[in-house]
């Protein structure tokens, strides 16, 4: 049957040269498999290289279409899982910042566009305090590929909120090496007011992470005993979670703070 297709499609086709006479696709495979080549005629290898060569075409074509739409319909779930991904850091607490940022990091440059107007907004001398906090997370989501955007974060962090602290000195680990100098002469500078020292020290222990690097001095500790342990009370489950790093080293000299306090009352 392949054989006889193959001679009817070969008259047909050299008798009007017309497009619609050359063997179909599946025609054209079923001529192909279940004829030997070595016996048609130069006639029908004509004809089954003219239809090989269109349904090449007419496959590659159709291949390149559906290409494209899949790299479109890609490119508009991507602008969609961003813009969601947008909207959803505008409103994070700051503790579910962690794994919306690695999400974030899946993005890439993408999101940047997206995440440029809430930093420009909160960089206008005008911006209140509701806005610049909101920029919080748009500014750690494309830190790792701005550093423009340390100094507000470091600012953040030493004059914001206090639950803003752990996410900023998180995502700041990866620049530890240039930051921990600064916050430390932050630190130990008396010139400077005792709540931003005291960020500081917050600050540079997120820096350490699990790896103890940081030198302190009984000076250091001592301060940022006394800071504690002046703190207020709403504020301490936060900060002893924040100073557990340092918890061994900070607990002698706190029971040295609260006996000095018991004995004066």
Same mark, same amino acid.
């Given at each position: 049957?392949?054989?006889?297709?193959?001679?009817?499609?070969?008259?047909?086709?050299?008798?009007?040269?017309?497009?619609?006479?050359?063997?179909?696709?599946?025609?054209?495979?079923?001529?192909?498999?279940?004829?030997?080549?070595?016996?048609?005629?130069?006639?029908?290898?004509?004809?089954?290289?003219?239809?090989?060569?269109?349904?090449?075409?007419?496959?590659?074509?159709?291949?390149?279409?559906?290409?494209?739409?899949?790299?479109?319909?890609?490119?508009?779930?991507?602008?969609? *899982?961003?813009?969601?991904?947008?909207?959803?850091?505008?409103?994070?607490?700051?503790?579910?910042?962690?794994?919306?940022?690695?999400?974030?990091?899946?993005?890439?440059? *993408?999101?940047?566009?997206?995440?440029?107007?809430?930093?420009?907004? *909160?960089?206008?001398?005008?911006?209140?305090?509701?806005?610049?906090?909101?920029?919080?997370?748009?500014?750690?989501?494309?830190?790792?590929?701005?550093?423009?955007?340390?100094?507000?974060?470091?600012?953040?962090?030493?004059?914001?909120?206090?639950?803003?602290?752990?996410?900023?000195?998180?995502?700041?680990?990866?620049?530890?090496?240039?930051?921990?100098?600064?916050?430390?002469?932050?630190?130990?500078?008396?010139?400077?007011?005792?709540?931003?020292?005291?960020?500081?020290?917050?600050?540079?222990?997120?820096?350490?992470?699990?790896?103890?690097?940081?030198?302190?001095?009984?000076?250091?500790?001592?301060?940022?005993?006394?800071?504690?342990?002046?703190?207020?009370?709403?504020?301490?489950?936060?900060?002893?979670?924040?100073?557990?790093?340092?918890?061994?080293?900070?607990?002698?000299?706190?029971?040295?703070?609260?006996?000095?306090?018991?004995?004066?009352?």
């Amino acid at each position: 049957r392949a054989e006889l297709k193959l001679e009817e499609r070969t008259l047909q086709y050299t008798s009007r040269r017309e497009q619609r006479y050359l063997p179909g696709l599946f025609e054209w495979l079923e001529i192909f498999w279940l004829t030997r080549r070595q016996h048609w005629s130069s006639s029908e290898r004509q004809v089954m290289r003219t239809a090989g060569r269109l349904h090449l075409l007419r496959t590659a074509a159709i291949a390149a279409v559906l290409i494209v739409c899949g790299l479109v319909l890609r490119s508009v779930l991507n602008n969609r *899982a961003a813009e969601a991904l947008v909207t959803t850091l505008r409103e994070a607490k700051p503790d579910g910042l962690t794994v919306l940022l690695q999400q974030a990091d899946e993005q890439g440059p *993408a999101l940047d566009s997206l995440l440029r107007p809430i930093i420009r907004e *909160a960089d206008k001398p005008d911006s209140d305090a509701a806005t610049k906090l909101a920029a919080v997370p748009a500014r750690l989501a494309v830190v790792i590929r701005d550093e423009s955007q340390l100094l507000p974060l470091q600012e953040a962090m030493l004059s914001g909120e206090l639950t803003y602290v752990e996410p900023i000195r998180t995502r700041l680990r990866r620049y530890a090496t240039r930051l921990r100098p600064q916050w430390l002469e932050l630190l130990r500078n008396p010139a400077e007011s005792a709540g931003r020292r005291f960020r500081a020290a917050l600050g540079v222990m997120g820096l350490d992470g699990d790896q103890a690097v940081t030198e302190w001095t009984d000076a250091d500790i001592r301060f940022v005993a006394t800071e504690l342990s002046t703190s207020f009370a709403e504020y301490q489950p936060q900060l002893r979670e924040l100073l557990r790093p340092i918890s061994g080293q900070l607990v002698p000299v706190l029971d040295e703070l609260f006996d000095a306090e018991t004995s004066t009352t």
